[in-house]
C-alpha cells in the first residue's frame, strides 16, 4: 500500500549503525564479513515509515536476529530514501516490497542494485471493505444499497494509490452518487471503529494485510471488474552482495513466510503498546507465545 497509518510505528527506531568499520585486524575483518552465527554481525533493516507489515516485521526480525547474535538495527524512512539506501549499502535488508505493481517504479531505478530474497506474503491488495453482517457482497451491489450505507465511502488521504484506485472504480459501479470522503488513514480508521462499535454498516477503503482485519470483523467486497488491480505479494529484498556475507540470513529471509493471521495478531499486540519503548518487550512477549513457529524460521 501507498499509505499507511499506525501512528506509533512512525516513530524512529535508533541511530544507524555503519557496516563493517575499520578493524585491528585482516581476519577480523574476514570474520564480521563472513557473518556467521557465531561471530555475528552488524545488520541494518530499513522500515517504511507507519507501513504496519514493515514495521511488524522488520521488529520480529531484529529479535530473531539479535537471539542468534546479531547486532540489528532499525533505520526508520520513506519508501524512496529507504530503496536509495538498500542500493547504496547503507541498508542490509527491506522487508516490505510490493510487487509487481506497488513498487515497480523503485525496482526499474534501483533494480540492478538490489536483490530479491523471497516472498513472504502472498495476498496483499488493495480493497474496499464493509462490516462482515453487511448485506452486500460486490461493489457491483453498493449502488442498489447506498442508503444502508449513509451513501458514503470513507477514504483515506486524497493522494494515496488506493484513493486513486477506488476513484476510478466509482464510475464502473455507478456510484457517482456516493459520497466519497477522503482525509486521513486515522481518520479513515476512527470512523471504522465507531461504526463497528455501534453496530453500523460502514464502507471503507483498505489494504491487506492490515491489523483492522483482526481487530474488526471485516470482508472485503468482490471487485469483478478489476478496477483495484490483481493481488500482490511482499518480498524482502537485500543489499547486493548480503548472500555472500552473511549467508545464513540470507537462506532465512528467502524461506521465510509468515500468514495472515500471525501477522495482524502481532501488529495488533504492537498497537495495543502503550509506547514505542514498550515494543521489545511486546515482541518478545509474542515470540514465546509463538515459540515453535519462531524458531522454525532459522531451523
Known amino acids: 500500500m501507498k499509505m499507511r497509518s499506525f501512528a506509533p510505528f512512525a516513530l524512529a527506531a535508533g541511530a ?44 520480529l526480525w531484529q529479535a530473531i536476529l539479535e537471539d542468534q547474535g546479531y547486532d540489528v538495527t532499525l533505520e526508520y524512512a520513506d519508501p524512496a530514501p529507504t530503496f536509495q539506501a538498500l542500493a547504496d549499502g547503507d541498508y542490509d535488508l527491506v522487508t516490505d516490497v510490493w510487487l509487481p505493481a506497488t513498487h515497480a517504479d523503485y525496482l526499474e531505478k534501483f533494480g540492478d542494485d538490489i536483490e530479491e530474497l523471497g516472498a513472504w506474503f502472498d495476498s496483499a491488495a488493495l480493497t474496499v471493505a464493509v462490516n462482515a453482517d453487511a448485506p452486500i457482497d460486490s461493489l457491483a ?3 442498489e444499497h447506498a442508503d444502508e450505507f449513509d451513501n ?4 483515506i488521504e486524497p493522494g494515496a494509490g488506493l ?31 465507531s461504526a463497528m462499535a455501534d453496530g453500523e454498516n460502514i464502507i471503507v477503503t483498505l489494504w491487506e ?62 498497537l495495543a503498546a502503550g509506547s514505542e519503548s514498550d515494543y521489545e518487550s511486546v515482541v518478545h512477549a509474542w515470540v514465546a507465545e509463538n515459540q515453535e513457529w519462531v524458531d522454525s524460521l532459522t531451523a
Not at 458514503?152 to 477514504?155: D, E, F, K, M, R
Not at 484506485?165 to 480508521?189: C, H, R
Not at 509468515?258 to 495488533?268: G, P, R, T, W
Open 152 to 155: 458514503t465511502i470513507v477514504g
Open 209 to 270: 494485510p492490515h491489523w483492522a482485519y483482526g481487530a474488526y470483523d471485516l470482508k472485503n467486497l468482490e471487485d469483478p471488474e478489476g478496477t483495484l488491480g490483481d493481488a500482490e505479494s511482499i518480498s524482502t529484498y537485500s543489499r547486493a552482495g548480503l548472500g555472500e556475507d552473511f549467508p545464513e540470513v540470507a537462506q532465512w529471509l528467502a524461506d521465510f513466510t509468515m500468514d495472515a493471521e500471525l501477522l495482524y495478531d502481532l501488529e495488533n499486540q504492537l
Open 16 to 59: 544507524g549503525l555503519v557496516l563493517a568499520g575499520c578493524s585491528s585486524s585482516e581476519a577480523d575483518s574476514d570474520a564480521a564479513a563472513s557473518g556467521d552465527a557465531a561471530t555475528g554481525g552488524e545488520l541494518t533493516l530499513g522500515v517504511f515509515n507507519g507501513w504496519d507489515e514493515s514495521v511488524a516485521s522488520s521488529l
Open 163 to 193: 484513493t486513486g484506485a477506488v476513484e476510478g472504480a466509482i464510475p464502473v459501479y455507478g456510484l457517482e452518487g456516493m459520497d466519497f470522503v477522503t482525509s486521513s488513514t486515522p481518520a479513515m480508521l476512527a470512523e471504522l471503529d
Open 141 to 143: 451491489d453498493l449502488a
